[in-house]
């Protein structure tokens, strides 16, 4: 597909004149960049790289929603670039067999970029840097996606924190942001050929079910940054309480894919608040709330490092005797929102229609698919990274093993999550659950969350027939409940 012989013409510069290599890769952004802005520093051409290496050297494949994302990402980043006088280029195929060619083509003599934390990512980038080095090419990497990487902060007895709370008091009472480093005013260098950002085929097609994405989603750095910004205006005030209602409009930040692909970074995110704390623009305890949940997603990336597994194996193993069932039927409503609990239904097809669900709802149908369903959390964990515009390596499985009960702080299996209460308490109004499951509209709030407790008249009413309109519950909660819990039981036996 990405016929090698594109690349042959050759732009050797030497000295002075060599450009250095810029690699992008879970960091689109121009502003606080540290590779990118260490090599601009150098005041030499600057050859901007992303190397489309999808699933290369036992990489996760990305799923459909992120191939979305970085396609608008990548056409962000070209355009930004374009603007500063420069170009992105791009390749495909395997990273270490590209940079080679784009060496050999350019004369580079440097290659910077920021690091990655999983363990396929980072052995692909030690061996390349030290074969690169064996050459008398310069490699220098930099930390361009956390506040502190995984292996800076330790407990008492010098292991990493397995806790949130003793992470986040020692994050917050350490972490201080470096300086912020500006966008470049110029990038420029040598331009060898390039694929375009449509050769690499990341939009879905046959079907394309992205076509809700656009109404939600600027992806982006200025989009991102436009996040902040009106999040930081407004929303972040009232954020210790809205977070957990799904039916509020910006309730939260809705920042997660932006991180993800590095269109902002967390540190841009922390000064930002700070600022604004200290300028007496917000509260405090909106600003440290916020704070303190982007530092969940630093506790992930600490779980990822040192638990490389994560997104296969359970965390703790008492889990691996977990007598999970196999049930392709059960699993397919749970993706398709047809298990008939209206909360859970709205969540998946929000998830669908926008590649994004809400943080109390995330947890509500990971908790319903792990434990009313019995299905182990890997199913879960599989869908929500195809069907998230912000699938995380770290957060995704992190969070599906902390739901399940089988991860690291996690909330106790036992804990089973109330579908009915979970969607009364939360979305008492039902505006969440009437956007997402419009057939159920006109149902009065008292049975929202319970169709089937509704007598026939109010099913009449609001023009619902339970079975044709909208499906009887796959498990009733009680049972649901109880099975998991004799499921759990079973674990204890085995210790
Ligand atoms: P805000 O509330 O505005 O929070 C700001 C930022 O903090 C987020 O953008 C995110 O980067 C971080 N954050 C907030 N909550 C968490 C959390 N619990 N864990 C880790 N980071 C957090 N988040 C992902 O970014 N990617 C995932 O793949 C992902 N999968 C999840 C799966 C499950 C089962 C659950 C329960 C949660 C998952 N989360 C994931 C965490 C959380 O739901 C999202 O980060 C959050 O909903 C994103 O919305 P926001 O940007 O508006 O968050």
Redesign the pocket.
């Known amino acids: 597909m990405y016929g090698k012989q594109l690349f042959g013409r050759k732009h050797s510069l030497s000295g002075a004149s060599a450009p250095i290599i810029v690699w992008f890769r879970e960091d689109l952004r121009l502003s606080d960049n540290p590779a990118l802005h260490a090599a601009v520093q150098q005041d030499c051409p600057v050859l901007c790289v992303y190397i489309h290496a999808d699933g290369c050297e036992g990489t996760r494949p990305l799923g459909g929603a992120s191939l979305w994302w970085l396609d608008k990402s990548l056409r962000a980043l070209s355009e930004d670039l374009e603007q500063l006088g420069g170009r992105l280029t791009i390749r495909a195929g395997d990273g270490s067999a590209c940079l080679d060619e784009l060496i050999e083509e350019t004369g580079a003599k440097a290659v910077y970029w920021n690091r990655r934390y999983g363990k396929a990512e980072r052995d692909i980038d030690a061996a390349i840097k030290s074969r690169l080095k064996d050459r008398d090419i310069d490699v220098q990497s930099f930390n361009g996606r956390l506040l502190v990487e995984p292996w800076v902060l330790k407990t008492g007895s010098g292991g990493f924190y397995k806790v949130f709370t003793p992470f986040w008091k020692a994050l917050r009472d350490c972490y201080s942001p470096p300086a912020a480093l500006p966008r470049p005013s110029s990038v420029k260098g040598p331009q060898p050929d390039t694929l375009k950002v449509s050769d690499l085929g990341l939009h879905p097609t046959k079907p394309d079910w992205s076509t809700g994405f656009d109404a939600v989603w600027t992806p982006g750095e200025a989009g991102a940054h436009a996040r902040l910004k009106d999040?930081l205006e407004g929303p972040v005030d009232t954020?210790p309480d809205d977070?957990d209602l799904p039916g509020k409009e910006d309730g939260?930040?809705?920042?997660?894919p932006h991180?993800?692909f590095g269109e902002i970074g967390p540190a841009q995110i922390w000064r930002a608040t700070i600022a604004a704390m200290e300028a007496e623009n917000i509260q405090d305890a909106g600003g440290w709330k916020?704070l303190s949940?982007?530092a969940?997603?630093e506790f992930?990336y600490v779980l990822l490092y040192y638990r490389p597994d994560l997104a296969d194996e359970n965390y703790n193993d008492d889990f691996n005797h977990m007598p999970w069932r196999t049930d392709k039927d059960a699993l397919k409503s749970w993706q398709s929102g047809q298990t008939g609990y209206p909360i859970v239904d709205a969540g998946m097809r929000q998830l669908w229609e926008t590649g994004?669900?809400?943080?109390r709802v995330?947890?509500i149908v990971?908790s319903f698919l792990t434990k009313h369903l019995l299905l182990h959390w890997r199913h879960?964990e599989d869908w929500?990274w195809d069907t998230?515009v912000?699938?995380?390596p770290a957060?995704?499985p992190?969070?599906?093993q902390?739901?399940a009960g089988s991860g690291a702080d996690a909330t106790p299996y036992f804990r089973v999550f109330n579908p009915i209460t979970q969607g009364q308490k939360f979305d008492a109004d039902g505006a969440y659950v009437r956007r997402w499951c419009p057939e159920l509209a006109k149902l009065p709030d008292k049975v929202l969350h319970e169709p089937w407790a509704a007598d026939d008249a109010t099913l009449n009413r609001a023009g619902v027939k339970l079975g044709t309109d909208y499906p009887h519950p796959l498990v009733a909660h009680k049972a649901g409940r109880e099975r998991a819990l004799e499921a759990y039981e079973t674990l204890k036996s085995q210790r």
Not at 252 to 256: E, Q
């Open positions: 999040f954020y977070r939260t930040s809705g920042l997660s991180l993800r916020f949940e982007v969940w997603r992930s994004w669900m809400h943080n995330r947890m990971a879960g929500f998230l912000d699938a995380d957060s995704n992190a969070s599906w902390w739901t």
